[in-house]
């Protein structure tokens, strides 16, 4: 069986209900009494079922009656709710939203721009995933997150990257290191007869570095390999060795101990940007936070 009732002549219903008059609800409604009363008879007709007990001095409810209101206010309430939560999310000014972000990511330019979006949005609430590249991708993939801060992927069809910077490369070491000593830029060969602490083979950053070292005709063979940058940082702080990490994981560790000097011959960068699905628009909460976080790159 199916049942054709709108919103509106929900709302006849209820008010009806409440007035326990149609002359009086009629008012309310900004109707007329005949049309109110005709309103009802098709709602009745719809259901197959009898609303009200009609007298010439009252309008009262049988069961099937209340027990429709009760259905009815629940319905409208319901829906009342939702419009408004379309319509917050519309504005911008509440909503929930998911991103995915590299570890880096998270703990140096993200801070700066959630700081802004709850200042002008403080009804946006945001879940963060740090998590590696590879998982980055796969929940943008997923439809697990709205969107992702990450490096650069391969074009495909079904997602779409937007570029809004460059993380440089740069030798870590310990400040009483011999590489510490000087300014300014260190060549990649430089690191040639020190211990290397490695990042493992599935991270960005370890296949960025391989890619230079391929390019620079050279090899670095690791004498440490860890999977965590924290990892990384402590063995180098220990003076087991020197690494190569972009500028933004320098938040991720205290370098009260270590000197971080550019990479050259060559100069190479991994490209940081937006991941999202092509042809899926953004939520306004979402499209708020990305502005921010690409406000937030350019002033690091």
């Not at 900004?30 to 049309?35: D, G, L, R, V």
């Not at 009200?52 to 069961?63: A, C, I, K, M, N």
Request: net charge positive; charged share 20%.
């Amino acid at each position: 069986m199916t049942i054709n009732l709108t919103l509106r002549q929900l709302e006849f219903f209820t008010a009806t209900m409440r007035e326990g008059s149609f002359t009086q609800a009629a008012e309310k409604l900004c109707i007329s009494q005949p049309a109110l009363s005709a309103a009802i008879r098709k709602i009745e007709a719809e259901l197959g079922l009898t609303l009200f007990d009609r007298t010439t001095r009252s309008v009262q409810p049988t069961p099937d009656g209340r027990h429709l209101f009760a259905v009815a206010e629940d319905l409208l309430r319901d829906f009342k709710v939702a419009m408004q939560g379309v319509a917050e999310r519309a504005d911008g000014l509440h909503g929930r939203l998911t991103i995915a972000v590299l570890p880096s990511v998270a703990a140096s330019i993200l801070p700066r721009a959630l700081m802004q979006l709850q200042r002008k949005y403080p009804g946006i609430d945001v879940a963060i995933r740090d998590v590696m590249h590879e998982r980055a991708v796969t929940m943008v993939a997923d439809g697990l997150a709205d969107f992702a801060v990450t490096t650069r992927i391969a074009e495909t069809a079904a997602l779409a990257y937007d570029e809004i910077g460059a993380d440089r490369i740069h030798l870590v070491c310990r400040d009483d290191h011999a590489l510490a000593k000087g300014k300014g830029p260190v060549a990649w060969r430089a690191l040639e007869g020190h211990p290397y602490v490695a990042m493992a083979g599935s991270t960005s950053v370890r296949r960025l570095a391989d890619a230079v070292l391929l390019q620079a005709d050279f090899a670095l063979q690791p004498r440490f390999e860890v999977e965590q940058i924290a990892s990384c940082i402590a063995l180098v702080s220990a003076g087991l060795g020197v690494t190569a990490l972009p500028a933004l994981t320098f938040s991720m560790f205290a370098s009260d101990r270590l000197t971080m000097r550019p990479l050259t011959g060559p100069t190479i960068s991994r490209q940081i940007g937006f991941l999202q699905l092509k042809g899926r628009q953004l939520s306004a909460p979402a499209v708020a936070l990305a502005e921010e976080i690409r406000g937030a790159y350019g002033k690091r």
